[in-house]
Structures are given as C-alpha cells and as structure tokens.
C-alpha cells in the first residue's frame, strides 16, 4: 500500500488554501462568492473534500501533524468565506437604492399596563386635591407595618399564615412584604412635621387564594391628611371628589362603621356609581396615639384593583396579572 509523503500532502494544502483565500478576495458577489464555496468546501466534490482523502493515506506517525494542518487550512478557508460573504452582503445592501415612495413598515406601539395606568392618574386626580406622591419600601419592618400603627403584638393580623414574613438570622426582627400601605403614614410621620397631604401607592402582600376579587399581591392607594381643624367631613368630601373624578359621574360615598388599630373612628368605604355600592377600602381619623401630636387628621386605604375593576368593568381580577395581550389591548 503506498504512503503519501507529508511535505506533498502539506503543499497541497497550502496550494489549496492560497487558491482559495485568493478566489474569495476576487469574488465581486454573492453568486462569486457560492461558486468558490462550491468549489473549496462543497461536500461532494470540493477540493478540501479530495484533499481530506489523501488523509488516509499518509504514515501512521504523520496522521497527527497532517489532521492537525488539515483542520487549520479548513478554518481558514471557512473563515475567508465568511468574511466574503459579509462583505459582498454589505455591498448589496449598500447599492440598494432607497425607495421612497414605498408604504412605512408600522411601528407597533405598546402601552403602560392598566394598573399602572390607573395608578398614574390616581396621583393626578390626588395631586390637583394638594396631595403628594410619596413611595415606601415593600420589604417592611414589622415596626412600621405593625407596632407604629398600634396593631400588637397579639393582634391577629401579625399572624404568620395571614403575612409573607422573610426568613432572617436567628434572633433577628423577621422582615415582611408590606401587608398594606399603611406602613408609609409612619414613614412620612417620622420625618415630617404637619400639615401633610400625601397619598402612596404601591403593591402590598396577603397569602390569599386567588379569586375573582382577591390575588396575593394586589395595589392600594393610601392617603393621609393632616391639618388642624380635620373632620369625617374632608375625608368624606375628598374621597367623592376623587372618585367622581376618577369614574367620571356622580359618586355617593357611604361610611360604615368599622374597627381598625390605627383610627378612631374607623369606617369602611363603599361607593355607588351607576346603581352599584362597592366596598373600596377602609378609612378613619388617624389614632391620636399613632399621631403623637395634638393634631388631627385622617386616613384612607382603597384598592387599585378595586377601582380599576369599577372603572374599566372587568370582572375578575386575575386578568390584571394573566399577561394575556387580548384583554391588555383594551385599555
Ligand atoms: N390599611 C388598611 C387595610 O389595609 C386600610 C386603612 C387605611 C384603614 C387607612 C384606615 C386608614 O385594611
């Protein structure tokens, strides 16, 4: 069986890659460019294909050096390919000319989700009100989401299955995600002194089953107001100025009497437009033992998912979240 020497079998190659490195530099375009690939790499009859053949053939010892050099011509072939067809693609694009008289290829636009979206003009319609926009952090310490707001130690709205409490290091004061916006009075209270009007909103965080009114992560406005001289009456008359505003109409705002740690009194907030009484959230005096100041005022908690759902007519609040571009299309 003859052997092929190595130095030939080596100067075929370097004939082969010279010839192909110089054929792809000459190739004006992309039919050029194809000829050469057939010609150097093609799988059938391609000259490195021959090439690789003769492989086979040489001595035992010199397999290794000749594989070796083989695969390097290859890449280098494939690369200058590479290159020629990059650069015989930019040319073309280059020549094209430009017609301007084509139609323009539509730009399809999104749009800020419907929460948000409510959320942005809540802040409005509460910023021609005099109230603030203020944000809180969402990891919360039980300090601001609980003690500060007189909600005790035995109360049952600390309870573990009822918060997403963090795990911390042992000994440490448990974080939580926030279980309501409350915990941004106490934030603005500690840093500011009266009279205040501002109004946060935010996501807040309850391991609730997820139903048609109820989702485990859900928004809420939070409002706080404090002034001398503060009554139920400019609670009462902000909350109907804002909600007729925000659904367009006359809405009736209606107090019942409710119980929450922070308020005295304390009321549940339900609202009536078009015939319909929706319960929006709660609300009340600020506790002077929260306030620690001579000063009245008041505070409010609504639900964003609750006035959008109002607002927009959408049944179930699940679909705020489900990402389902059909129904987000329609706001
Ligand atoms: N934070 C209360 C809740 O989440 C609502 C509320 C806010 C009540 C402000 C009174 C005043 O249920």
Redesign the pocket.
Known sequence: MSTVPLESFLAELDRLKADAVEALAAAVDADAVERARIEFLGAKSGRLKAIQKLLGGLGGADKPAGGKHFNEAREAVSAALEAAQGRVAGSAAAVEPLDVTLPGQPVRLGHVHPITQTIRRVQEIMARLGFESVDGPEVEDQWHNFDA?AINAEHPARDPLDNFYLAVARGADPLLLR????TV?IRVMERREPPLRIVSLGR?YRPDTADATHYPMFH?V???YVEPGTTMAHLKSVLRQFASTFLGGDVHVRFRPSF?P??EP?VEVDMEWGGRWIEM????M?DPAVLEAVVSG????LGVERIAARRYGVTDIRDFYRNDVRFLEQF
């Open positions: 707001l279980s309501q916006t409350s009075q807040v809420q939070e409002g706080l929450f922070f308020t304390s959230g709660g609300a009340g600020v008041f505070a409010f908690g």
